[in-house]
T-cell receptor, first 117, second 110 residues
Framework: ETGVTQTPRHLVMGMTNKKSLKCEQHLGHNAMYWYKQSAKKPLELMFVYSLEERVENNSVPSRFSPECPNSSHLFLHLHTLQPEDSALYLC????????????????FGPGTRLTVL | GENVEQHPSTLSVQEGDSAVIKCTYSDSASNYFPWYKQELGKGPQLIIDIRSNVGEKKDQRIAVTLNKTAKHFSLHITETQPEDSAVYFCAASKRGNLIFGKGTKLSVKP
């Protein structure tokens, strides 16, 4: 399997719930990413962290709140979601944030399938 | 910003035949082009990638070609096998942010 793990693998939540997705990478990488994958749409980049500092936020609604306590762990905190937020949420990591020479190759986890009722 | 178009959206081939998936990108500054394979219930897995200083790269049955002038790149799978059935995504990147195509669902019939 991959060096990027995600928990839980499946999550069903109501619109008023608060939940968190967890990602852990065992590759010694310094950059981590959250993507959203919806049916019939390209993977959408949500957040990028480099050395635990957020470097990109692609106009994601505030009901999604990322947290990166260290270079191995990444969380996505969810609250008051909408049914259209149902999707597969993927975490990825890379050696560094685009320093070229292969450091930008991203490795994905298996994803969390989120259903919002 | 960068835009990546991927064709076809679905592709069905007979086992042993070749499969070709094509992508075009819009930003001439993009310099890194990975291909990912995603099986049901799994995350995307990198299968091959190419950088803008190279025109072609091969790894066993898989090859990728890049035409920087035309801004397109292609994935070639030879001697396809049933286990090649999956969704394949191309992506283009500059400065580390991957922009993905919409994916191609490849079905290999035994």
């Amino acid at each position: 399997e991959t060096g990027v793990t995600q928990t839980p693998r499946h999550l069903v939540m109501g619109m008023t719930n608060k939940k968190s997705l967890k990602c852990e990478q065992h590759l010694g990488h310094n950059a981590m990413y959250w993507y959203k994958q919806s049916a019939k749409k390209p993977l959408e980049l949500m957040f990028v962290y480099s050395l635990e500092e957020r470097v990109e936020n692609n106009s994601v609604p505030s009901r999604f709140s990322p947290e990166c306590p260290n270079s191995s762990h990444l969380f996505l905190h969810l609250h008051t979601l909408q049914p259209e937020d149902s999707a597969l949420y993927l975490c990825a990591s890379s050696q560094a944030l685009n320093r070229g020479l292969g450091t930008d190759t991203q490795y994905f986890g298996p994803g969390t399938r989120l259903t919002v009722l | 910003g960068e835009n990546v178009e991927q064709h076809p959206s679905t592709l069905s081939v007979q086992e042993g035949d070749s499969a070709v998936i094509k992508c075009t990108y819009s930003d001439s500054a993009s310099n890194y082009f990975p291909w990912y394979k995603q099986e049901l219930g799994k995350g995307p897995q990198l299968i091959i990638d190419i950088r803008s200083n190279v025109g072609e790269k091969k790894d066993q049955r898989i090859a990728v070609t890049l035409n920087k002038t035309a801004k397109h790149f292609s994935l070639h799978i030879t001697e396809t096998q049933p286990e090649d059935s999956a969704v394949y995504f191309c992506a283009a990147s500059k400065r580390g942010n991957l922009i993905f195509g919409k994916g191609t669902k490849l079905s290999v019939k035994p």
